[in-house]
């Protein structure tokens, strides 16, 4: 067993920690009903699991408080640098179904033409770069280990964070770019009364959720800049401000307009009316179309 001080610079506060694993818990609870309530498409389990695993990362950093060992070090900051990678690729399969679902409704000439708003790239592309940013940090924190590479390990994880910032300011111009574009809608929730709003709830989400992801990042560049021992590195409070809070706050936004009454499950056969959560397809298809019109009319 080494003290605590050794790998983080500072003794880790009691309490706090179990706080925030219950809480995580507690999310990942209550996101899983939520996609099965709203009969969502199961992509979105990635949302309660990626709680569930912060949750076993706090669990370690508790751990961390009796018992410090290399082994638990490393799991604490493999389970509270890499799950929140998850939720952006939540935001990216999120836009690519927007986009998807509006081209059906889009006759071959209305159809964007550039590659950049087609369904398959829009999820692919993302997806991989935020796999590759993943396994470069989830390399970095592994090497860590290893004696002597320290620096090589820093600038690993440091690779996949500027890799992680590039492509969430890029998904962040075409988000707003699918926002103000009239061809593209969104199918109402429950609380919706047209596909308006409900676009401009559902891009709210996504937009805030990657913005606190982005700034979260920045502050895991700065961690990591600085390197072990510095003022930013060994500050606790930094760490619950810029990372705890920020992922929380990003949950509090997914469950607060929950992303699953968008996307409902076999909305073929059953889809939400606006303002009711109840209908059929032809008549919420109508809806749309007639939205889609209205707005180009103007």
């Not at 939520?34 to 709680?51: E, M």
Request: proline share 4%.
């Amino acid at each position: 067993m080494t003290n605590p001080e050794y790998y983080f610079s500072y003794k880790p506060v009691n309490i706090a920690p179990e706080i925030v694993a219950v809480i995580f818990l507690t999310i990942a609870v209550l996101t899983t009903i939520q996609v099965f309530k709203s009969r969502g498409p199961k992509w979105l389990l990635v949302l309660p699991v990626t709680a569930f695993c912060e949750a076993v990362g706090y669990a370690f950093r508790v751990v961390c408080i009796y018992w410090t060992t290399l082994g638990t070090f490393t799991a604490t900051s493999l389970f509270l640098l890499l799950p929140p990678n998850a939720l952006a690729l939540t935001n990216y399969k999120t836009l690519g179904e927007v986009v998807r679902r509006s081209r059906v409704l889009l006759s071959d000439h209305q159809k964007p033409k550039v590659f950049w708003l087609k369904p398959r790239f829009l999820t692919w592309f993302f997806f991989t770069s935020d796999v590759f940013s993943f396994l470069l940090q989830g390399v970095g924190v592994g090497i860590s280990t290893q004696d002597g590479k320290r620096d090589l390990a820093k600038y690993t994880v440091l690779g996949g964070l500027y890799v992680q910032l590039f492509f969430f300011a890029v998904f962040l111009v075409i988000t707003m770019y699918v926002l103000v574009d009239r061809r593209f809608v969104v199918a109402c929730g429950p609380r919706d009364v047209s596909p308006r709003q409900a676009k401009r709830r559902l891009f709210w989400v996504i937009i805030a959720t990657t913005m606190l992801l982005y700034i979260r990042s920045i502050y895991r560049v700065a961690e990591f800049v600085g390197g072990y021992g510095s003022k930013i590195y060994g500050t606790e409070w930094l760490f619950y401000l810029f990372d705890t809070a920020l992922v929380l706050t990003s949950f509090a936004v997914y469950m607060q307009s929950f992303i699953g009454y968008h996307f409902r499950k076999h909305m073929h056969n059953d889809t939400a009316v606006p303002g009711t959560g109840a209908g059929n397809t032809k008549l919420h298809a109508y809806q749309i179309s007639a939205e889609y019109t209205e707005l180009n009319q103007h």
